[in-house]
C-alpha cells in the first residue's frame, strides 16, 4: 500500500519526514498523514513525490498503473488516488466501528467489575442472579 511504500522508500533515501516534505514544499505533518495512512497526495504531488525519491509512481503507489488511450498521466493518476482515498475511508470506518466495540466491551466489563465488587462474593451474585430470572419466568 501506498502508505508503507512511501515509508519504506524515503527511509531508503535516508530522508526524515521534515526533509522530504521540504522538498515537496509542505509540512512535515503531511508526510505522517501520509505514511500513517490517513491521507493521499493529489496527481501532481505524486508525481513530486516520485521524483524526489526517484522511484516510477507505481512502485509508490504499488500497483503498475497503466494510462489508458484518451487519458493523460494526470487523470490516469487522479482515479488510482480517488480508489485509494475510499479504501482509506472504508478502512477508517472498519477501525473507529473496532474502537466503539472495545469501548462498549470495557465499559460493559468494567461495569460487570463495579457490580461484582459490591458483593461480598461470586456465589452471592450468581444466587441472586437465578432467583431473579426463576421469579421473572414464573411470574
Known amino acids: ?3 508503507e511504500n512511501l515509508k519504506t522508500l524515503r527511509k531508503e533515501k535516508g530522508f526524515s519526514q521534515e526533509q522530504l516534505a521540504t522538498r515537496l514544499n509542505i ?7 501520509w505514511e500513517k495512512g490517513l491521507s493521499v ?13 526517484g ?3 507505481s512502485d509508490l503507489l504499488g500497483k503498475k ?17 480517488a480508489k485509494l482515498n475510499e ?25 460487570i467489575i463495579v457490580i461484582c465488587a459490591t458483593y461480598e462474593t461470586w456465589s452471592d451474585i450468581w444466587y441472586r442472579f437465578g ?4 421469579y421473572m419466568l414464573h411470574s
Open 55 to 57: 522511484v516510477d509512481v
Open 65 to 81: 498503473i497503466e494510462v489508458s488511450e484518451g487519458q493523460n498521466e494526470l487523470d490516469t493518476l487522479a482515479l488510482e488516488l
Open 87 to 111: 479504501l482509506l475511508v472504508v478502512y477508517g470506518n472498519k477501525v473507529s466501528n473496532l474502537k466503539k466495540k472495545i469501548g462498549f466491551g470495557i465499559a460493559v466489563f468494567l461495569v
Open 131 to 134: 432467583q431473579n430470572l426463576y
Open 27 to 33: 509540512v512535515r505533518q503531511t508526510v505522517s498523514k
Open 1 to 3: 500500500m501506498f502508505s
Open 41 to 53: 497526495p493529489d496527481a501532481e504531488l505524486l508525481i513530486q513525490l516520485a521524483e524526489v525519491l
